[in-house]
């Protein structure tokens, strides 16, 4: 049996492909903003995208 610090341990080398992967493009569409139809300055679609894959994968990191 693995204690709760090994387990998590476990869960983050899992998950630290997705991790990078996730990083990499935060970095690739960082400061992709587009204005919308009110003139507000907002992240664009891909972004967005990037940004949900990056908490999904922290998620998984965690546990959650």
Known sequence: ???E????NLRLIAAAPELLEALVE???HEGQRV???IGLEED???LRAVKEQARA???RAKGQ
């Open 1 to 3: 049996n693995l204690n």
């Open 5 to 8: 610090t090994d387990q998590a």
């Open 26 to 28: 935060l970095l690739e």
């Open 35 to 37: 204005v919308n139809g």
């Open 44 to 46: 664009s679609d891909e």
């Open 57 to 59: 994968a922290i998620a």
